[in-house]
């Protein structure tokens, strides 16, 4: 089949949706952007995403562009416009620096976040690399005497992505979108939270799973716990010992919620003594020598200024240990080393180790200025124009210390009038035993983005998230998911595996 022919075949599937198209697919390759130029245009007919890939994409536009809101800036972006559209925008996010473009999610979400899941439900879709690539400069190396790319991988890319994006979608189309969502977790999150913040005009409705907004909080905390663990030889974790401390948490705390399952509802009400599991003798692979006692303390407990013994951070909540790799693994974090390294000292020699927890804390707030930080609680511009938030953070996330979305849920409670207020337009989910963005040993498969959607068309508030825990593609376990600060409570009766013997109930 020819090029034109799929082009007119495109063309008029469009106008039988009863949609006028006022520019057709390869003619957005001309249409004028401010600080914006559009690179491709092409149809692309209904096929795979790639040879040999499973999942199979509707006809649709696809429209690369470059965007340049500074003279330093050099921001690629696509969108992709679907022949059969439901009228909607739906923008994905980038985990850790970014530096790609998010057309899969790698397959570890819980919760389907890109574009190639957007596009497969008919929306018009979108995603950036806020900025530059990270197979040229990997890491935070972009940063590095290029303060203004900093700010588009901060904020600036994601907005300028979405005025462009809803341009285009209109150019094509004919009429604008009817509602823009935005759907990302992790890095993801904070952009949507950011997005939230700064720029509430830009979407109805947004899904922030696990966000790392508190940036610097995050990486201070990470390196807290990677100079305890490499305090010396004998502090350092072997990773055979993770599942030891896991079993002893499980041991100490799984019944406390009347259910064991090997899954904490509510860490918070789980006060484990990690020296439970002292040596009683020489070291060995069934327990901890002292060294090794005073880290696992340090993993859970918050980063503190040593001098106004201020909390800085979050530790890490019980249940997280099977995950501790990312942190207490034989190298540093390396989002955290990284930020310190070129945003902060801007110097990549830079030692994770001379970091001092209370003079390095206020210059590297002082450097970030709310450019990466998105901390701003007072979210009334967004929901008086209608928005609705829905955030997720699993409670085993081994990555982002998931009380950091319980303190940001609670500075938004105490910002903007009570509870009441903002609980009817922003809702925390908390998912016991799941792990960054997905995986974990508690039920971590859910659909987020169907109660966002159902709360901003319908008006139905999301009062529980059903979550299944699928073992080769079946359920095996059910459980509610509920809003913060309500937990799941077990009925006393009924299969404790399915959540319809399940409430929620405020602690």
Not at 356 to 375: M, V
Request: proline share 7%; hydrophobic share 40%.
């Amino acid at each position: 089949m020819t090029k034109s022919l799929i082009l007119f075949r495109l063309t008029c599937s469009i106008w039988a949706t009863g949609v006028s198209a006022q520019t057709p697919c390869e003619e957005l390759k001309s249409l004028s952007l401010l600080k914006a130029t559009i690179t491709e245009a092409a149809v692309v007919p209904a096929g795979p995403f790639r040879q040999g890939s499973a999942r199979e994409l509707p006809a649709h536009c696809r429209v690369a562009a470059v965007l340049t809101p500074s003279t330093d800036s050099h921001i690629k972006m696509e969108v992709w416009l679907p022949v059969a559209w439901n009228g909607k925008f739906q923008a994905v996010g980038n985990g850790g620096w970014a530096g790609r473009i998010t057309y899969t999610d790698g397959g570890n979400a819980s919760v389907a976040h890109s574009m190639v899941s957007a596009l497969g439900e008919h929306y018009a879709t979108a995603s950036t690399d806020t900025g530059h690539d990270a197979t040229v400069t990997p890491g935070a190396s972009f940063a590095l005497g290029h303060p203004e790319k900093l700010i588009d991988y901060g904020y600036r890319a994601i907005h300028e992505m979405t005025v462009q994006s809803k341009a285009i979608i209109t150019a094509f189309y004919g009429r604008a979108p009817r509602l823009s969502y935005w759907n990302s977790c992790s890095n993801g999150g904070r952009q949507g939270l950011m997005e939230a913040q700064r720029f509430p005009q830009d979407f109805d409705g947004i899904l922030a799973g696990a966000p790392a907004s508190n940036w610097t909080g995050r990486a201070i905390h990470a390196l807290w716990v990677a100079q305890a663990v490499h305090k010396h030889e004998a502090s350092y974790i072997p990773p055979a010992k993770y599942s030891l401390i896991h079993n002893a948490v499980l041991q100490a705390c799984d019944a406390i919620d009347g259910v064991k399952d090997g899954v904490l509802e509510d860490p918070l009400r789980c006060k484990f003594d990690p020296g439970v599991l002292l040596c009683k003798e020489a070291d060995g692979p069934g327990c901890l020598t002292a060294q090794q006692v005073e880290t696992v303390r340090k993993i859970y407990s918050p980063a503190i200024n040593p001098r106004t013994k201020q909390e800085i951070y979050p530790g890490l909540a019980p249940g997280s240990e099977l995950g501790w790799a990312t942190y207490a693994g034989p190298r540093p974090f390396a989002t955290a080393e990284d930020h310190f390294r070129f945003v902060v000292f801007k110097d990549p020699n830079w030692n994770y180790r001379t970091l001092n927890f209370e003079t390095d804390i206020a210059l590297a707030e002082r450097i970030d200025k709310g450019t990466i930080n998105a901390l701003d609680p007072n979210l009334n511009l967004f929901f008086r124009r209608g928005g609705k938030l829905l955030q997720y953070h699993g409670w085993s996330d081994p990555q982002i210390p998931p009380l950091h979305s319980v303190k940001y849920y609670k500075s938004a409670v105490d910002a903007m009038g009570g509870a009441d207020r903002v609980h009817a337009s922003y809702r925390l989910f908390m998912a016991p035993g799941m792990g960054h963005c997905g995986g974990g040993p508690g039920p971590n498969t859910f659909d987020a983005f169907g109660a966002l959607r159902e709360w901003v068309e319908e008006g139905k508030a999301p009062d529980q998230i059903v979550a299944s825990r699928l073992v080769n593609g079946t359920a095996v376990r059910t459980r509610p998911l509920c809003p913060y600060p309500q937990v799941a409570v077990y009925k006393k009766t009924g299969d404790t595996n399915d959540a319809a013997n399940f409430f929620c109930k405020a602690p």
